[in-house]
């Protein structure tokens, strides 16, 4: 007897091959290789990073040669070394040849900035850097301000025309740490130098801030920081009150300390975007095993702490808000492997398991940006003397879509989100789900044909039905490529029907 083939198939997972590969969910036993990056000037300041719509990373940090050189580099999805790497050498002598922090950022109109303060003779200078052609190549560095506010070693918003208040242009934003007046300082510049000296707020603290950080939805903008108070820390926030000069007291509310505390760590930080801002701190209130935490803020407070962790992190955690508005918290596990976890809703209310990084050796101060459809990058230094800096991609799980046969069984659609870079290598891998019925009709895929644009790549005839296929080195940036599968389905009775299904890879721009 032959049986109609109502059937799909399963391309899941089509993702950049690297040595050591690791993919979640359908491709298992593979491992993602560490990219690295070279050597810092601290194992205190990692690399900074962020990622555009394909995953694709853009990372900056100070170099460990003479005078803390501005080092960058480039990470598509399936770097396996820096791409497109620079260094920016300043001139020697006193007030240049220390990094007081540096990030990358992208501005309103879509261009990569390098934003990179340096000191310290009698002030911080910061300078910027652009690109307009995707972080292939920048500007010679140019001076944007130079006065006595700390540096960027918080964290960098470049906040659109018109964001805080009406009429005010684009801005960029840095939080910075260090006793200055007291505590760390935030500052909004323009994208070229003043006419006059924008001066600085710093909130202020008794004790001095050990950290400070920003976050930013919409025109609400909060920062937090975070002072000693013996034997833990005590976490304060402010908000700007949407209008007037940001870099004025006047402009903010007046500090409130973040609840419970007090706080285990020296380092909050938040996370803005369209979900709305989140901080992630260690706690240490009696009972809660000082764990890892999550807030929201409501506009007046934040929202009771959810868990990440069962044991302290300290200062080894960082955490980023995706384009979609799902929050990634990354930190150093007491064993010593990196580890990240997922929201499981905008609401950040839970998260999911924890991802294991496959990281070796001592791993300190991690950063980590992600994507929309969750591909990004993770980064970090070690605590060697020199110390030296390393990256990871972070593999998004596959975009499953399911069809039910008509026996009960299924097959699933996995279709790739990030793309692949010209001459690079990716997995496409096929499944199928036999229906728990007492005598289903599809029993199992017995052949498996992949092609790239109409040319046959390679034939299985086993389980698992995966095939490694490369992108042409020719293909066009910004294209798309044809990936077909054509299986063959074993049956009861009858010759086994084959049916096709095809999906489109985008290769890098």
């Keep these: 007897m032959r049986h109609p083939a109502r059937v799909a198939i399963l391309l899941a997972l089509l993702v950049p091959v690297l040595p050591a590969l690791l993919v979640p969910t359908l491709v298992a036993s593979a491992r993602a290789a560490v990219v690295p990056l070279g050597s810092v000037a601290s194992s205190l300041s990692p690399p ?73 003779l009698t002030s911080n200078q910061k300078f910027l850097l652009f690109s307009s052609d995707g972080g292939m190549t920048f500007t010679q560095p140019t001076e944007i301000v130079s006065d006595r506010a700390s540096g960027a070693s918080g964290n960098l918003l470049d906040v659109p025309p018109g964001a805080l208040f009406a009429g005010s242009p684009e801005q960029l934003i840095t939080s910075g740490t260090g006793a200055v007046t007291g505590g760390g300082s935030i500052q909004s510049t323009g994208l070229a130098a003043p ?88 706690i240490a209130t009696p009972g809660d095993n000082e764990k890892l935490v999550v807030q929201k803020f409501t506009g007046s407070g934040w929202t009771s702490p959810v868990a990440i962790t069962k044991s302290a992190a300290g200062e080894r955690f960082a955490i980023d808000q995706t384009p979609a508005g799902i929050v990634y918290v990354i930190w150093k596990n007491t064993s010593g492997p990196l580890q990240y976890a997922i929201a499981t809703s905008t609401a950040a209310t839970r998260f999911g398991v924890a991802q294991t990084l496959p990281t070796r050796g001592d791993v300190e101060f991690p950063e980590i940006a992600v994507d929309a459809a969750g591909a990004g990058w993770a980064t970090w230094t070690n605590g060697s003397s020199p110390a030296s800096a390393f990256a990871l991609p972070i593999i998004p799980a596959p975009q499953l879509t399911t069809v039910r046969l008509a026996d009960g069984g299924s097959v699933s659609l996995g279709t790739p989100r990030p793309c692949v870079e010209p001459g690079a290598a990716f997995i496409v891998t096929l499944g199928f789900q036999r229906s728990k019925r007492k005598h289903p009709v ?68």
């Design 48 to 120: 900074r990073i962020v990622v555009d719509a394909t995953g694709q990373g853009y990372t900056s940090w100070a170099g460990g040669g003479s005078g803390a050189p501005l080092e960058y580099c480039r990470l598509p999805q399936s770097a396996t070394s820096c791409a497109s790497p620079q260094s920016f050498p300043y001139p020697a002598g006193a007030s240049l040849d220390s990094d007081a922090g540096n990030a990358p950022v992208f501005t309103a109109n879509g261009q990569l900035a390098l934003v990179d303060s340096r000191c310290c």
């Design 442 to 509: 599809y029993l199992k895929i017995s052949r498996v044909a992949f092609s790239v644009s109409g040319s046959l790549v390679k034939t299985v005839t086993h389980a698992p039905y995966r095939a490694t296929l490369t992108m042409k080195a020719s293909a066009k940036r910004g294209s798309k490529v044809t990936v077909r599968a054509r299986a063959t389905i074993t049956t009861h009775h009858g010759r086994p029907p084959t049916r096709s299904i095809s999906a489109r890879v985008a290769v890098c721009s």
């Design 195 to 282: 006419a006059a000296d924008p001066g600085w707020f710093t909130p202020q603290v008794a004790s001095g801030s050990l950290s400070q950080s920003i976050g930013l939805e919409g025109s609400t903008l909060v920062a937090v920081f975070t002072q000693e108070s013996s034997p833990s820390y005590t976490v304060s926030w402010v908000h700007y009150l949407g209008s007037g000069d940001p870099n004025a007291a006047s402009s903010w509310s007046a500090p409130e300390t973040l609840s419970p505390a007090p706080s285990l760590d020296s380092n909050a930080q938040l996370a803005g975007g369209p979900a709305g801002i989140f901080v992630a701190r260690s």
